[in-house]
């Protein structure tokens, strides 16, 4: 079989293009997420002083329906200013990431809280499971003020 001078050209473009890929595929989970030591004990991530000028916002964020779940709303125990992967409920549960050191350590400039019920609350108590979410959100920003802000509007007001 003879290949014509055009598909031996998109050929080799092709298998540079795959190598490419296969490459950065390779390359950038290895350098990305890699803690560099500040000296001091701390650690920081690469790109961490791009977020001092450039804020990272956070889309989705799960935190209003795991303390539904976990604390039933409750935020006398809940201590979001400790290490929640040491805690021996939250840190056994893997969709509960967040805490105020981590968002403090990964520099995030906001998140989007969700105030999720499920589909099976249709047409029983969804209106209700709804606004306990708001209010536990509200609650929440209301015990850690210094870290913690309420937006309704693009400008943080």
């Known amino acids: 079989?003879?290949?014509?001078?055009?598909?031996?050209?998109?050929?080799i473009f092709g298998g540079g293009a795959l190598v490419l890929v296969v490459a950065l595929a390779i390359a950038l989970p290895l350098t990305i997420g890699k803690s560099t030591s500040n000296g001091d004990g701390s650690d920081t991530f690469r790109g961490s002083s791009v977020l001092d000028e450039v804020p990272l916002i956070d889309g989705h964020n799960d935190l209003p329906g795991n303390l539904y779940r976990l604390e039933r709303n409750q935020l006398e125990n809940f201590n979001f200013d400790s290490d929640l992967r040491l805690h021996p409920v939250w840190g056994?549960?893997?969709?509960?990431?967040?805490?105020?050191?981590?968002?403090r350590t990964g520099k995030v400039g906001g998140q989007f809280w969700v105030a999720y019920v499920s589909c099976e609350t249709q047409h029983k108590d969804a209106v209700e499971r709804t606004m306990a979410q708001i209010d536990v959100i509200k609650r929440?920003?209301?015990?850690?003020?210094?870290?913690?802000?309420?937006?309704?509007?693009?400008?943080?007001k």
């Open 1 to 11: 079989m003879v290949l014509s001078a055009a598909k031996k050209k998109w050929l």
């Open 140 to 156: 929440l920003i209301k015990k850690y003020p210094n870290d913690l802000q309420y937006a309704t509007t693009a400008d943080g």
């Open 92 to 103: 056994s549960q893997s969709s509960s990431y967040t805490d105020l050191p981590r968002l």
